[in-house]
T-cell receptor
């Protein structure tokens, strides 16, 4: 199984940068995902890392270190619409995805 | 519009009643999943199906059953609902290629009294 930890809440100012950390323990690592979930809506895919390093996608970047069991999601040039929950998820060798409890990010003007 | 349709959107149910949450996808994805989402616990996998005709148990399968008679449909049944099954239920699917990204339905909010 997986043990996935991420902070419960973070607050940042519009235009700033926020980094959401995720640590995990797994018996068989096969990829790490970040999803965004606005209140009352379904999760939507943001990023995927399977090798160590940084993946950049516009204002969002995701980093993975497999040896440390660690990932972060970096949100740059924050906008009000970025206020949401961000879910870290780890896939095992059977292709099942386990999710962390999520980090609620609040962007303030 | 391609995607996943879940029904009902919301339901209040008396304890002990039987309930089926419906899930249909039109993307011809092989794999389908049911998750429940509870405050502070995140999304937890209930059951999954890697392909039509097969199903498997996830992290929290007790009290739930699923079937996968065809590629498109993956209903979740609560045989005798209990209050601890009050939750938001999300159906998801993936095509099994590349990153195997999950696409989620809009969710079904179930309240068991």
């Amino acid at each position: 199984g997986q043990n996935i930890d991420q902070p419960t809440e973070m607050t940042a100012t519009e235009g700033a940068i926020v980094q959401i950390n995720c640590t995990y323990q797994t018996s068989g690592f096969n990829g790490l995902f970040w999803y965004q979930q606005h209140a009352g809506e379904a999760p939507t895919f943001l990023s995927y890392n399977v090798l160590d390093g940084l993946e950049e996608k516009g204002r969002f970047s995701s980093f993975l270190s497999r040896s440390k069991g660690y990932s972060y999601l970096l949100l740059k040039e924050l906008q009000m619409k970025d206020s949401a929950s961000y879910l870290c998820a780890v896939r095992d060798r059977d292709y099942k995805l386990s999710f962390g409890a999520g980090t609620t990010v609040t962007v303030r003007a | 519009i391609a995607g996943i349709t879940q029904a009902p959107t919301s339901q209040i149910l008396a304890a002990g009643r039987r309930m089926t949450l419906r899930c249909t996808q039109d993307m011809r994805h092989n794999a389908m999943y049911w998750y429940r989402q509870d405050l502070g616990l995140g999304l937890r996998l209930i059951h999954y199906s890697n392909t039509a005709g097969t199903t498997g148990k996830g992290e929290v399968p007790d009290g739930y059953s699923v079937s996968r008679a065809n590629t498109d449909d993956f209903p979740l049944t609560l045989a005798s609902a209990v209050p601890s099954q009050t939750s938001v239920y999300f159906c998801a699917s993936s095509d099994g290629t590349g990153a195997n990204v999950l696409t989620f339905g809009a969710g079904s909010r179930l309240t068991v009294l």
